[in-house]
């Protein structure tokens, strides 16, 4: 299980940090991965962080704005946001992917979803 929270209402600019907490899997052992889907789009690629916490990857979109955090003795994830623009606005998922150590940037091989939290930007 994956529980998201953190998410709310920003301005154009602000930062916001997100988690993820999770239970009933191993958790060090997964690549973990942020998703988000916007209202009338597909759910896309954030970041993702392998099972050691030292190698990340970033969609183009979010390199160096976001950041992506895990911390496997409090089975936590986190993504740290700055730099918010209007279209960041989306439902954000936390996910995770119990069956390789190399980041994946396609959904469908991520096993475990949490349930979203929603992060709107105002202009």
């Known amino acids: 299980q994956l529980v998201e929270s953190g998410g709310g209402l920003v301005q154009t600019g602000d930062s916001l940090n997100i988690s993820c907490v999770a239970s009933g899997f191993r958790f060090d052992d997964c690549v973990l991965a942020w998703f988000r889907q916007a209202p009338g789009k597909e759910r896309e690629f954030v970041a993702a962080?392998?099972?050691?916490?030292?190698?990340?990857d970033d969609a183009d979109s979010v390199k160096g704005r976001f950041t992506i955090l895990r911390d496997n003795a409090k089975k936590t994830v986190w993504l740290q946001m700055g730099s918010l623009k209007p279209e960041d606005t989306a439902v954000y998922y936390c996910?995770?992917?119990?069956?390789?150590?190399?980041?994946?940037?396609?959904?469908?091989?991520?096993?475990?979803w949490g349930q979203g939290t929603q992060v709107t930007v105002s202009s």
């Open positions: 996910a995770a992917d119990l069956n390789r150590r190399n980041i994946i940037r396609v959904a469908y091989v991520y096993e475990y």
């Open positions: 962080i392998n099972w050691s916490g030292d190698i990340t």
